[in-house]
């Protein structure tokens, strides 16, 4: 067993293995707040029964952080114990309930880490997953206890006027008696039974803006967003991202709202993106606020799909939750699953939703597949943890989204809908697991391919690593056939050296030296399959064989990305840009131009060049890449995905030894070749996509003005290239003039990453503009830290602006627009050879670990993959994790990932 130290002792290892169901069942829970930011006083009674399938112990609740002053059973006084965090009750009732009344205070003003009940702005909020209800009362705090619950909140009617809680309010006015003068209440009643994590209070001077729906059963409904008082101009597209929610969750799956009222509320004080608490929903104002001002279109379909993902949990993760936290993909994986297809649904065409699939997959191509290759590599379905805020992570939400994928891959888009039906059938109401959720998709689909390979394809929830899938072809031309070879293997990750097969889907097609799309027939088959077909691998060598095959093809292989997995096939540059230039699927027609801008990298990487770096970028590439900016029919946001080079972080995981400052100057390098060979059809690009009339956030407007900021943006690296200062004054007048913030950021973008001197001026006006707009603040640090590094200038500059009177490292969206940006997202800044920028990360990290334990650990995993690193920069790494793990008072949080790293 791995023990960590800590301030209070060895750390525990919790095992999945170890399941146990709870002593005791809680029924009921009645919660009374007396609210005050110093101290806070809540009154706990609650309904318990013993769980007669365990054996007879003691009632041991947990707490973290609390006072306690009163424990009644039965309404007596009772005797108790404290060990450690957990309050003991021993000779309980054995038959029948009991009542327990449990009586503590906290402080939630003094609460940095933002979980449990704290305060933001004045106002109180919660955040109880995972392990955050213990900070609030003594309780099961399990997700497998599930109760119904009644809330109480009082306070002060000028501080606080808003007073919200989970469900349907029953009950509201004025307090009376001695005491409560100018003090109010609201009671609030939640109809449906949930675990701990999912409660929810808020407190506050809050706005709202409402709307009354009406369901298809005809059944009305109200829903609510509620912001700071100034920001209701910006709750718009919240809003009618929650409609579209409710609509779709409706339409697509048969699954109605099933609450009076449903509710947003807005902190700029919160860790994650937003929580799914039963009715009301609490989010971070990143994924709430948003006009045409203030809002980039990114921030536009981030907030789409946030709002859209915290809804669906509504029953995907409420309705029906986790048995224990191993199971937190059952939730997450399948909810990421829904609000991705909900984004690509609401596209108005094919070519938004391949755009949209595009960039799902390039996120977790570069940050879950190097999570499977590090320190931190997990299963889908954990087996065991030290502190469960570690394992939500890419792994848990895109992979098992992915896994989510396949299985509606292998049963089809109408069995997946006929599996989720059977899914709430047999487990609404239910604290379930994830077999529980695949057995309920194959049971509904009993001659899909998923229920044949079932115990197989759970192997996708059990085995960490991301498959490698190796593929060759050989044409018959005799006989004219074409036989692919498949390969499938597994690296070895923490704990487990050896994997078993996978089941992996892959979507096949062959493309014709014209371009033309061949008809696919397999060998044994009296009738071609259509120019497309879906190959179940098992094995771990299979082969595939197509007949009347009249010309050699070139092999479209895993079209639209149908498994998670490591493509090796041998393509020549030719076969490459045949796929990019005419296969029918268009995330391999991207997928061939990554892959012939990775092979360029790599090359010139590997080439002995000056530190200027090599360009290696050949001619057809080149010429590929206007025929994509030129191609009359293609959409502008494709075209953009396609002329983005790979990012360094994707280029550094095809490496087996990384030198950070190497693979930087070669993608600048590459990016500046781009820039002055296509300058004319960058200005084309340019002006024929910077007019786009009115602002609106849908997908065609988006693009369009994707494309015009990369234009932009290389126009003006061409420019500095060539001591032009035509487009660097055109880009700082578009700027001035821009009547959007995408438009605005694009520019400012621009001037930076090209390192012109009208940066300067132009970051100073965006500050004085928007100095009392948070969410933009948090735009101009992250551009700065997140700045292309040209002689080391950026980490000073770093330092600078966390000097800077609007920086807070308390606030978490603050400490990562500056920290975050710069350790995380800017790694030719912050791989230095001197190693400081490791010492910073490590002083961050260390600060963090004392505030907010969780966005610490987070930091702490941006040196994850430092064992790849080169010298100096490898040694220097080890250093500073070092120098973190002899830190003696480290939370759980940050030990655990910091000894995974250090671990041989």
């Not at 002060?156 to 808003?162: L, M, N, R, S, W």
Request: glycine share 6%; charged share 20%; aromatic share 8%.
């Amino acid at each position: 067993m791995l023990q960590l130290r800590e301030a209070d002792g060895p750390a525990t290892v919790i095992h999945r293995a170890d399941y146990a169901a709870p002593a005791y069942w809680i029924d009921t829970v009645n919660l009374t707040f007396d609210l005050d930011p110093a101290k806070t006083r809540v009154l706990n009674k609650m309904t318990l029964r013993r769980n007669v399938e365990v054996a007879l112990q003691p009632l041991k609740l947990i707490g973290e952080e609390l006072n306690l002053a009163r424990v009644l059973v039965n309404g007596q006084g009772a005797s108790f114990k404290m060990e450690g965090k957990q309050l003991v009750l021993d000779n309980l009732p054995v038959e029948g309930s009991f009542e327990l009344e449990i009586f503590t205070t906290c402080a939630p003003i003094k609460n940095t880490s933002l979980t449990g009940l704290y305060v933001s702005n004045d106002s109180f909020f919660t955040q109880c997953e995972a392990e955050g209800f213990r900070r609030i009362t003594y309780f099961l705090d399990r997700p497998d206890v599930m109760a119904s619950y009644t809330v109480t909140l009082r306070a002060d009617q000028q501080k606080y006027p808003v007073l919200l809680s989970n469900g349907n309010l029953v009950d509201a006015g004025l307090l009376t008696g001695t005491g409560n003068e100018g003090r109010h209440f609201a009671t609030w009643v939640d109809p449906h039974k949930k675990p701990s994590y999912l409660f929810a209070l808020v407190a506050g001077q809050l706005v709202c803006r409402e709307q009354r729906i009406t369901s298809r059963a005809g059944k009305e409904h109200l829903l609510q967003v509620y912001v700071r008082p100034g920001d209701m101009d910006k709750t718009e597209h919240a809003m009618n991202s929650l409609m579209a929610s409710v609509v779709w969750d409706e339409a697509r799956f048969g699954l109605p709202l099933d609450l009076e009222r449903f509710m947003i509320v807005a902190t700029s004080d919160f860790n994650m993106g937003a929580m799914e608490n039963k009715g009301l929903n609490i989010f971070n104002t990143k994924y709430v606020l948003a006009n045409q001002a203030t809002a980039t279109d990114a921030d536009y379909a981030n907030i789409e799909s946030v709002v859209g993902h915290e809804y669906f949990h509504n029953w995907t993760g409420n309705r029906i939750t986790c048995r224990d936290w191993f199971q937190l993909s059952l939730k997450e994986g399948l909810t990421v699953f829904r609000d991705q297809e909900f984004s690509m649904d609401l596209c108005a065409d094919a070519s938004a939703r391949a755009v949209k699939r595009i960039e799902d997959v390039r996120v977790l191509r570069t940050a879950q597949f190097p999570e499977d290759a590090g320190p931190m590599a997990h299963p889908v379905r954990p087996d065991s943890y030290i502190e469960i805020n570690n394992f939500y992570t890419v792994t848990i939400y895109e992979k098992g989204a992915e896994v989510v994928r396949m299985m509606q891959t292998l049963v089809g888009r109408a069995g997946f809908a006929k599996g989720m039906t059977l899914y709430f059938a047999r487990h609404d109401g239910q604290a379930v697991t994830c077999d529980d959720f695949a057995q309920a998709i194959a049971d509904a689909n009993p001659d899909s391919e998923l229920a044949r390979l079932l115990p197989q394809f759970k192997r996708w929830y059990s085995q960490a690593g991301t498959p490698r899938l190796a593929a060759d072809g050989h044409y018959d031309a005799t006989a004219q056939t074409y036989t692919l070879n498949f390969s499938q293997s597994c690296a070895a990750t923490p704990g487990q050296s050896a994997k078993e097969p996978f089941v992996i889907p892959v979507s096949l097609g062959l493309v014709g030296i014209s371009g033309a799309a061949l008809p696919l027939q397999l060998q044994g088959s009296a009738d071609p399959v259509g120019n497309s077909h879906l190959f179940v691998m098992t094995q771990p060598s299979e082969s595939i064989t197509f007949i009347n095959v009249d010309e050699e093809p070139v092999p479209s292989i895993l079209r639209s990305f149908t498994a998670p997995v490591l493509l090796d096939f041998d393509y020549s540059d030719a076969q490459l840009l045949t796929l990019l230039a005419a296969d029918l699927d268009p995330f391999n027609r991207w997928e061939a131009g990554q892959r012939l801008a990775l092979r360029s990298a790599i090359n010139s990487i590997a080439t002995a060049a000056d530190a200027t770096g090599a360009t290696g970028l050949n001619d057809a590439y080149i010429e590929a890449m206007r025929r994509v900016l030129r191609h009359p029919t293609l959409d502008a946001a494709f075209k953009e995905l396609v002329l983005t080079l790979p990012s360094e972080t994707y280029i550094a995981e095809q490496l087996d030894v990384v030198d950070p400052q190497r693979i930087h100057a070669v993608r600048e390098a590459m990016r500046a070749q781009l820039a002055t060979a296509l300058a004319p059809d960058w200005q084309w690009a340019f002006e024929a996509h910077s007019d786009n009339g009115a602002y609106r956030p849908d997908a065609l407007s988006a693009g369009r003005r994707a494309l015009a900021g990369m234009a932009l943006a290389q126009l003006c690296l061409a420019a500095r290239d060539d001591a032009d200062s035509v487009w660097p004054g055109k880009t700082y007048q578009r700027f001035k003039d821009a009547g959007n913030m995408t438009d605005c950021a694009n520019a400012l973008q621009a001037l930076i990453s090209s390192g012109h001197a009208l940066a300067t001026p132009a970051l100073a006006r965006f500050h004085s503009q928007f100095k009392k707009e948070e969410l933009v603040i948090d735009k101009w640090f992250a551009l700065q830290a997140g700045a292309c590094d040209r002689g080391g200038q950026v980490l000073p500059a770093v330092r600078q602006l966390m000097a800077h009177s609007d920086f807070n490292i308390r606030n978490p969206n603050r400490a990562r627009s500056v920290i975050f940006s710069y350790c995380n997202a800017n790694p030719g800044a912050f791989h230095r050879t001197d190693g400081a920028g490791y010492l910073f990360w490590s002083e961050q990290v260390m600060a963090l670990n004392s505030i907010n334990p969780q966005v610490a650990a987070r930091l702490a995993r941006a040196l994850d993959r430092w064992k790849k690193l080169a010298e100096p920069y490898r040694s220097a790494a080890r250093e500073a994790i070092a120098r973190i793990a002899d830190k003696t008072d480290l939370s759980n949080d940050v030990r655990e990932v910091i000894s995974r790293a250090l671990a041989d």
